[in-house]
């Protein structure tokens, strides 16, 4: 791993933004482009329920909500929603407000909660949850050594991407539908070459 002081922490939450799309990464962490819609809205109204840092006990389990976690060695920062501490091993939970998307997007930024709350506490954290607000689904996901791998990688690739203020092009398939950033990204548009090429001649052309 290659973070070194000079090097900016990245924020946990761009795991999940580049495993997503790697230019919606690269609209909010480089370009800091933000679209409310109603996906943000949701999403906000479900975090803003679990962003007081607070901290409870129920049976035994001690909750921390909204936890700022760090790692100093891959260079993150960021905040955990909820944080179960079962003993002092802890539990992270993140937060969705819509329905469980295809692919590892979510288990990623969970488990750079896990290295970070792993290097915090000097204690393994092996397992955490996503829950769904829209669904009430709560999935346990093990943190396993493919999925550090691929944090660790994608932590690099996400450094790179910024240091470089690089904005790669869309994908302009399935992911854009969902994607709060649509409308800033114009993925039918800039992802067409021969469009955008002939809409940059034109600007070019001097009519009489
Ligand atoms: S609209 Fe599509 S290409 Fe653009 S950022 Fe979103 S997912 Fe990526």
Redesign the pocket.
Known sequence: MSFQEKDEPIMVSAIEHYS??P??CA?IHVEQTFDENLYTLRGRAVHENVDEEERHEREGVRFELSLPIWSERLGLVGKADLVEFHGKVPYPVEYKSGRQRAGEHENLQLCAQAICLEEMMGVAVEKGAVFWHSSRRRKEVVFTDEMRSRVREVVVEVRKMIAERLVPP???DA??GL?S??GS?L?SVVGDRPRVRRAAGELFVVSD
Do not use: D, W
Request: proline share 13%.
């Open positions: 997503y799309c230019r919606q609209l869309p994908v302009n992911r854009c994607c950033l649509k990204c993925p």
